[in-house]
């Protein structure tokens, strides 16, 4: 414990990596259930609100409602890719698998093992977190250089979300337990996101707690990556979500040292 202590704040190049490349090879092993879910679940959204509402909706904020839930829908990926994955996964390997606790009894601290979990997930966010726009390009969506930045911005959303995974992790004593935020903070943030319709068609009390809503944050940098920047707007969205990933990334570590160490 107390050499754990010593090493916190301290991230070594070799530690991150092992955490990684552990986390790579056991994704091999089951990498096609992973992708399918985490790119058919987004896809079906973006064609059942896309297809099906914008037979109804013409345009929505100057773009085709296609193009709006296509840009928007990223967000949905980041959500079930980063979040989710984490909060099932972290638990599993340090309540049932005790993984977590092979991997500290290396030369591996907390620190390093939240983080390097947090950053595989972002990876794979990033990657996936392209796939509904691709779809949305096949239908109408017109391709633009803007379009490379989203995997970078779904990699930032997704480190965040998969640090709250973790966190939320480290909370519960039981699995089940995953349905209260489930139920009452994600599924509530995943609707006021402005995945599917503009925020400004709320009430004004929701149209503020949307803005500190991380995933509209994620969807407003998507849509300017695409569509065009605004500059200061753009600052903004990117401030805040840094400053979500950071936040709940320490928190993490937090909580996480206290369940494996203390």
């Not at 930032?156 to 004593?173: K, N, P, Q």
Request: proline fraction near 3%.
């Amino acid at each position: 414990m107390a050499t754990s202590r010593r090493r916190l704040g301290r991230l070594e190049r070799a530690a991150l990596q092992g955490v990684m490349v552990r986390e790579v090879v056991n994704f091999s092993s089951f990498w096609r259930s992973s992708t399918f879910s985490s790119t058919v679940d987004p896809t079906i959204y973006l064609l059942a609100f896309g297809l099906g509402f914008g037979s109804l909706v013409t345009r929505v904020a100057g773009h085709t409602y296609i193009e709006f839930v296509g840009t928007g829908i990223v967000a949905t990926t980041v959500l079930f890719s980063g979040a989710f994955t984490a909060m099932y996964s972290t638990f599993i390997k340090y309540k049932f698998q005790h993984t977590y606790d092979a991997i500290i009894a290396a030369p591996v601290d907390t620190e390093e093992l939240v983080t390097g979990e947090a950053l595989w997930v972002a990876v794979r966010t990033g990657v996936y977190g392209c796939v509904p726009m691709l779809v949305a390009v096949a239908f109408g969506l017109a391709p633009s250089w803007g379009m490379l930045l989203v995997p970078l911005i779904a990699a930032l959303a997704g480190f965040g979300w998969a640090a709250f995974g973790i966190f939320v992790a480290a909370r519960v004593s039981k699995i089940e337990s995953f349905s209260y935020w489930q139920s009452g903070l994600l599924t509530p943030m995943f609707l006021v996101a402005g995945t599917f319709f503009p925020l400004t068609a709320l009430p004004h009390w929701a149209q503020v707690v949307g803005n500190f809503n991380p995933l509209f944050h994620c969807v407003q940098l998507v849509r300017h990556a695409v569509f065009g920047t605004e500059g200061i707007a753009d600052l903004g969205h990117l401030a805040f979500l840094i400053g979500f990933a950071l936040a709940f990334w320490r928190l993490a570590i937090r909580y996480m040292e206290r369940k494996l160490i203390l």
